[in-house]
């Protein structure tokens, strides 16, 4: 791209992260005003889908020798619904066989009894426009406020860089089974977890992690 044509796009991308800060901003004072008494967090949602087919990174290898990774192709899923909590890199997945209305369902209650369990919070979440977010029999348990980010702007979703960070247990690794593909994305949801730094520093947009609600 031109020096020109990266401009505009860097522009572009400041302009639409200027509106969605503005309107995150408005709602956040908005139910501050309603409820004075409650904690307002803000946390962000998306869901990747992973399974048998291979995830391809770049690998050691000895000087002039060409770099292997055994894989065989395979088309079976998994699905990760990834929230996170870009202020403290706070994170929480379920994986899931597959994904739609009624499952969204129950991530989102499981969700809320895990970091609203005494609703003494109100949880803002920011999450993308997939048709189960928008869903007529969608159940919004209480104390979540959704936030849709507008279509089309995945960069603009604190979820989205933690799909690298489950890909990193999958990549370059031959994988037959879908049952050693959930093991190993098990495995690395605990890991991160216990990592808030590693996932704040990926997703923890200024926008999002350090918006406080006014009053």
């Known amino acids: 791209l031109s020096s020109t044509t990266t401009s ?4 572009c991308k400041s302009r639409r992260t200027s509106r969605i800060q503005k309107k995150l901003q408005e709602k ?4 501050k005003g309603q409820q004075p008494a409650k904690i307002i967090e803000v946390w962000a949602e998306d869901e990747a889908r992973m399974g048998l087919k291979p ?8 000087r002039g020798h060409r770099p292997i990774a055994v894989q065989k192709r395979g088309y079976q899923w998994l699905h990760a619904f990834a929230f996170v909590h870009p202020a403290s890199g706070r994170n929480e997945f ?11 369902n129950v991530v989102l209650q ?15 979440l920011l999450w993308d426009n997939a ?5 007529k029999d969608l159940v919004v348990p209480a104390g979540i406020i959704l936030f849709p980010i507008p279509p089309y702007t995945p960069e603009l979703s604190p979820a989205e860089p933690v799909v690298p960070l489950l890909h990193e247990a999958l990549a370059n690794h031959l994988l037959t089974k879908l049952e050693q593909v959930q093991d190993r994305l098990v495995q690395r949801c605990l890991y991160l977890q216990q990592q808030w730094a590693v996932v704040k520093a990926a997703c923890g947009f200024d926008w999002a992690a350090l918006h406080k609600p006014s009053g």
């Open 8 to 11: 505009a796009v860097e522009s």
């Open 28 to 31: 956040l004072t908005e139910h």
């Open 55 to 62: 995830i391809t990174r770049r690998s050691w290898s000895l």
């Open 94 to 104: 379920w994986i899931m066989s597959h994904v739609d209305t009624v499952t969204m």
């Open 110 to 124: 499981q969700f809320a009894a895990t970091v609203n369990p005494d609703q003494k919070k109100l949880i803002v």
């Open 131 to 135: 048709g189960w977010h928008k869903a």
